[in-house]
């Protein structure tokens, strides 16, 4: 086995007439590595999320695209690495419809791997993608291509359009992914936010059921901005007299509540924001920890 670390393993299962690929990483070269050069090697996985109704663990890695773990753990299988017919490049963020079990992903650029993402931004590059994978069908679909650094992404919790961030140009897209009420077509997407002053990051839903009415749910969108933008657009957030870091927006795209990081160095890279029970789960890509705030 130990000759295999490092490999992608095809294994064909017995009686079933299909393939099943594995990443076997060598745990002696990645485990605890923060060299940037070993990432193309050990992998970087950026998106996590359960699927609910199967506790199946689905994960997006930079550079081994859509991979997943069972409810029981071991290897992460290998289920994309390309999507109307291009490769993975940058594989980011993901979510999960519970009902129909499809993952939507973002692929945020076919030309920079992730160690040199900045690039991507700083030239204009506008060859990021929004996905669908399909895991009756094992399929990957295109849903919106053309993007500026699609980076985060979250379904709406009638899963009848996403909200997807666009790095690159700072703005907040909405998806549809259903009709129109008026014809039978997809409505093409739209700005659900702009302009933002900073780069938006990740992006995450948050349900509250109204009292009383469970049937009244307010879908309440947090996402998170890297302080390293020097434009500044007043709109509804106080960039200049506050320091979001974290911001809470309605389905309407109204700001709500916004993360306030005073200009310190504890959130100064601050990558995602997960609203659970009461409490911010605070992760970061270059932090060595999560943090955890009480949201009330």
């Known amino acids: 086995m ?3 670390e490092g490999m992608m393993v095809t294994i064909l299962i017995a009686n079933r007439n299909k393939f099943l690929s594995f990443i076997l990483r060598d745990r002696k070269l990645c485990d605890g590595s923060k060299d940037p050069n070993k990432e193309q090697v050990c992998g970087r996985p950026l998106g996590l999320k359960f699927n609910n109704a199967t506790c199946d663990l689905y994960m997006a890695d930079a550079y081994y695209g859509l991979l997943m773990v069972g409810p029981c753990g071991g290897v992460a299988e290998q289920l994309a690495t390309s999507g109307g017919g291009v490769p993975f490049n940058l594989t980011n963020a993901l979510d999960i419809d519970a009902g129909t079990g499809a993952v939507y992903f ?7 791997q992730r160690r040199n993402y900045m690039l991507s931004i700083e030239s204009g ?3 990021g993608r929004v996905l669908k994978y399909d895991p009756h069908t094992k399929r990957v679909t295109v849903l919106l291509s053309g993007l500026s650094f699609p980076n985060g992404l979250a379904l709406s919790k009638d899963s009848s359009f996403l ?3 666009q790095t690159g140009n700072l703005q907040l897209l909405r998806i549809p992914l259903r009709p129109s009420k008026t014809g039978h077509h997809v409505t093409p997407a739209q700005v659900f936010y702009s302009q933002l002053a900073r780069y938006p990051d990740n992006i995450k839903r948050n349900d509250k059921g109204s009292s009383g009415l ?3 749910v307010e879908d309440d969108w947090s996402f998170t901005k890297r302080r390293n ?6 709109d509804e957030i106080p960039w200049l007299a506050k320091d979001p870091v974290a911001i809470k927006i309605s389905e309407e795209g109204r700001v709500m509540e916004l993360l306030d990081g005073g200009f310190g160095t504890t959130f100064e890279s601050v990558s995602e924001v997960e609203e659970f029970g009461g409490t911010l789960w605070i992760g970061s890509v270059t932090k060595p920890y999560v943090g955890k705030l009480k949201a009330y």
Do not use: A, C, E, R
């Not at 933008?229 to 007043?234: A, E, K, M, V």
């Open 163 to 165: 909200v997807v961030t």
């Open 2 to 4: 130990d000759d295999l």
């Open 106 to 112: 973002t692929d945020s650029t076919v030309f920079y």
């Open 229 to 234: 933008q020097g434009h500044i657009d007043g």
């Open 214 to 216: 469970p049937s009244t």
């Open 125 to 127: 590059d506008k060859t």
